[in-house]
C-alpha cells in the first residue's frame, strides 16, 4: 500500500473516532425521525413483500371478488401502487427491493421494516466513505465527501426514515462500483467484474433507472483498461464477465417483468415511457411540491385513463431542468456549487476516476429526471451523493494541483493558482453574505470556505508543501462536528406516526368499524387508505379517486359491498365538497348512521395525517341498507 494511504496510528485512532461517532449519532438521530406513516410507494412496497413471503406475486385483494365485474379491465389500484389486469393484481414496482423487504421481515418481523432503509443507510454511508477513499486515497477527504451527505438540505437523508427503494438501489449500484475501483495496484480481475455486474444489474431491479450507473462502470472499467493497455482478449472476458453480471443482477426484474406483463423487457413501470417523445397536453396543471413519506399536498391519483401513465416526457426538460438546477443552488449555495463545478474540473486533471464517477452520471441523470413533469429531490439522490466528492476536489484537491505544479518546476504558476483559489473563496464569502442565505450557507458554506481559503493561503506561501495534510483532516473533522451536533440537537424530538401511534389508531380503529369493512375516503386529508388497507387488520379502503377513474361512484360500492356481506362507511371532513353529493346520491335507499365524530386532534387516531395540516375534523358513517338488511334477516321489507 502506498505511503499516502496509510495514517498515523494516533491519526488513524481520530480518523476512526470521528467517522464512528458521525454514523452512531446520525443512526440515533435519524431513528427518533423515522415514520411508520404509509403513502402509495411504501404501501406498495409492503404489500408485494408480504405477498412474497405468503409464496405469491400477484396480490389478493378481497373486494374485488364483489367489485370485479364494475372495474375496467385493466386498471389502476390501491392507491396506484398496484394495477389490475384481467383478474390479477400486480405490483406498479419492480420487485428488487420488496424481496429484500421480505427477507427483512423474515427474520425480523414486521415492525423491523420501519428499520431497513436506516440500516441501509448507514451501509450506504459506510460504502460511499470506502468508495471514496479508494478513489482520493484519503480517509480524511473520504469522510469529508460523505458527511454533507446528511447536513445539506438535498432531502437525501430523508429516505432512510421510510420503506422506499432508493436507498436499497444508490447501495447496491455504489457497491458495483466500488468493486470495479482496484486496491493496492491489483488488476481488476473477471470473478470482481463480474460481482460488480451483478450488484449494478441488480440495482435496476431495485429501481429501473439505476441502470444508469452502467455509465460510470463503463467508463470506470475503460479507464482501468486502458491504464494497464490491457490486450483485446482481457477486454473481451472482462466485458462479458460484466455484462453476464449484470443480466443476473437483472433476472428478478426480468421474470417479474415476464409474469406480470408478458414481456421480460416491458417493465411494470413501462407506462411512464410510452409518451416520452409526445407533447405535453395542452391544460396540465403545474404540480405542487411534496415531502418525504407522503405525496404532494392534496395530491390525488389520476383519473383521466384506466392506467395512469406518460409521466416522462421530453417535453417537460425546459420547465423541469430549471427548477432542478433551482434546488441544486439553493441546497449548495452558488459559492459551494462553483466549487463543485471547479471540483470537476480539478478532477479532469489530476483524478480521471473520480471525474468519470461523478461527472458523466451527474448530467445524464440530471437531464433524464428533468424530464419528469416536477422537480423531486428522490431521482437527484445519485446526484447528491456524488456531488459532494467533487466539492472536495474544488477545495482541497485544487491543493494537490498547486503541488503538482511545483513538483513539476512551475512554482511560480503553482503560487498564482494558489492565490486565485484564496482569493476566489473569499470573494464568494464576502459575496455570499451580500445574499439571503440558504439554509447550508451558515450551516456548511461558511465553513468550507473559510478553511479552503486558509489552505489555499498556505499553499500560495509554500506551494511545495503537502499543505492538504492538514486541510483535510481539518474539513473533515469540522464537517464531522457539525453533522454531530445537529444530529445530537435532534435527539430530543420524534416522528408525529411511530410504532405507538401506528398500534393506538389500529385499537382505535377496530373498535370503532366492522370486520370486513371496506372504507371510501379521500386524498383530500391525508393517505388514510393505505394506512387503513395495512395495519387495521379489519378493514379494506378505498379513495374516491379509485371510483373516478373506475366510472363507479359510492353508490355502486355500497350496494354490492352489503349484498356480499360487506359493510361500507364513509370517512371524509364535515366539510368536504363531495361530501353532499354523496348524500343525495344515497338518499331515498341507504342509511347514514355516525359511527364517530372525530375532532381535528384525534384525526391521526383513524390513520389521517400530513403535513399540509394538523388535524382535520371528520365523520366516521355506517352506510345501512334498511330494506335489504331487514328482508335478509327474514324482516318485512323496508
Not at 410507494?41 to 400477484?58: C, E, I, K, P
Not at 436506516?118 to 479508494?134: D, E, G, P
Not at 397536453?281 to 395512469?308: I, L, N
Not at 446526484?383 to 513539476?408: H, I, Q, S
Request: with cysteine.
Amino acid at each position: 500500500m502506498s505511503a499516502r494511504w496509510r495514517l498515523a496510528p494516533g491519526e488513524r485512532a481520530v480518523w476512526l473516532t470521528a467517522t464512528t461517532l458521525f454514523l452512531l449519532v446520525t443512526a440515533a438521530w435519524l431513528e427518533h425521525q423515522i415514520t411508520w406513516y404509509l403513502a402509495v410507494d411504501q404501501f406498495g412496497y409492503l404489500t408485494f413483500a408480504h405477498d412474497l413471503l405468503a409464496g405469491r406475486v400477484y396480490h389478493e385483494w378481497a373486494p374485488f371478488q364483489w367489485l370485479a365485474r364494475t372495474i375496467p379491465p385493466r386498471t389502476d389500484a390501491l392507491a396506484q401502487a398496484y394495477v389490475y389486469d384481467h383478474g390479477r393484481l400486480y405490483c406498479r414496482y419492480s420487485p428488487g427491493f420488496p424481496i429484500l423487504l421480505a427477507s427483512w421481515i423474515g427474520l425480523l418481523g414486521d415492525d423491523a421494516a420501519h428499520y431497513l432503509n436506516l440500516t441501509l443507510f448507514l451501509v450506504l454511508l459506510s460504502v460511499l466513505i470506502a468508495v471514496q477513499w479508494r478513489l482520493l486515497r484519503s480517509r480524511w477527504r473520504a469522510l469529508a465527501g460523505t458527511v454533507p451527505i446528511v447536513v445539506l438540505p438535498t432531502s437525501v437523508y430523508l429516505w432512510a426514515l421510510t420503506p422506499t427503494r432508493e436507498v436499497a438501489a444508490h447501495l447496491s449500484a455504489f457497491t458495483g462500483l466500488f468493486l470495479l475501483l482496484r486496491a493496492g495496484g491489483r488488476g481488476l480481475a473477471p470473478w470482481r467484474t463480474a460481482i460488480a455486474g451483478v450488484a449494478l444489474g441488480y440495482a435496476a431491479s431495485v429501481r429501473p433507472d439505476a441502470i444508469l450507473y452502467l455509465v460510470p462502470a463503463t467508463l470506470l472499467v475503460a479507464v482501468h483498461l486502458r491504464r494497464r493497455r490491457s490486450p483485446f482478449g482481457v477486454v473481451a472476458r472482462i466485458g462479458v464477465v460484466g455484462a453476464i453480471g449484470v443480466v443476473v443482477g437483472l433476472l428478478p426484474a426480468l421474470a417479474y417483468n415476464w409474469t406480470a406483463t408478458g414481456n421480460p423487457f416491458r417493465s411494470t413501470q413501462g407506462m411512464e415511457l410510452d409518451q416520452f417523445l409526445a407533447p405535453l397536453p395542452r391544460s396540465e396543471p403545474t404540480p405542487a411540491g411534496g415531502a418525504v413519506g407522503y405525496p404532494s399536498p392534496g395530491w390525488h391519483g389520476g383519473t383521466t385513463s384506466d392506467v395512469q401513465g406518460g409521466g416522462l416526457r421530453l417535453a417537460n426538460l425546459p420547465r423541469t431542468l430549471p427548477a432542478n438546477l433551482a434546488f441544486l443552488i439553493e441546497a449548495y449555495t452558488p459559492a459551494l456549487l462553483a466549487a463543485v463545478v471547479w471540483g470537476g474540473v480539478v478532477a479532469l486533471m489530476v483524478r480521471p476516476l473520480v471525474f468519470v464517477t461523478a461527472v458523466p452520471y451527474g448530467i445524464v441523470a440530471l437531464l433524464l429526471y428533468s424530464c419528469w413533469p416536477r422537480p423531486d429531490p428522490r431521482y437527484l439522490i445519485g446526484v447528491n451523493l456524488l456531488l459532494p466528492m467533487l466539492l472536495v476536489e474544488g477545495t482541497v484537491g485544487t491543493l494537490d494541483l498547486v503541488r503538482r505544479l511545483a513538483w513539476r518546476g512551475r512554482v511560480e504558476a503553482a503560487r498564482r493558482l494558489a492565490f486565485v483559489a484564496a482569493a476566489g473563496m473569499v470573494l464568494a464569502l464576502v459575496g455570499a453574505f451580500a445574499l439571503r442565505p440558504s439554509t447550508s450557507f451558515g450551516r456548511l458554506a461558511v465553513p468550507i470556505l473559510l478553511i479552503a481559503a486558509g489552505g489555499a493561503g498556505m499553499a500560495a506561501t509554500w506551494p511545495s508543501r503537502r499543505v492538504v495534510a492538514i486541510v483535510a483532516p481539518l474539513l473533515a473533522l469540522t464537517l464531522t462536528g457539525i453533522a454531530v451536533a445537529r444530529a445530537w440537537d435532534g435527539l430530543d424530538r420524534r416522528a408525529g406516526f411511530q410504532r405507538p401511534q401506528m398500534l393506538r389508531a389500529r385499537d382505535t380503529f377496530r373498535r370503532a368499524v366492522e370486520p370486513r369493512a371496506i372504507v371510501i375516503t379521500t386524498e383530500d386529508i391525508g393517505r388514510p387508505a393505505e394506512n387503513i388497507e395495512y395495519y387495521s387488520g379489519v378493514a379494506h379502503a378505498l379513495y374516491l379517486t379509485d371510483l373516478a377513474r373506475w366510472h363507479g361512484s359510492v353508490f355502486g360500492v355500497a350496494l354490492l359491498a352489503i349484498q356480499a356481506g360487506v359493510r361500507p362507511y364513509l370517512l371524509l371532513p364535515v366539510s368536504d365538497p363531495e361530501r353532499p353529493k354523496i348524500l343525495k346520491q344515497l338518499a331515498g335507499v341507504f342509511s347514514l348512521e355516525t359511527v364517530r365524530d372525530i375532532p381535528p386532534a384525534q384525526a391521526v387516531e383513524y390513520f389521517v395525517a400530513a403535513p399540509f395540516h394538523r388535524g382535520v375534523h371528520l365523520l366516521l358513517e355506517r352506510i345501512t341498507w334498511p330494506g335489504f338488511e331487514k328482508e335478509k334477516q327474514g324482516g318485512p321489507p323496508g
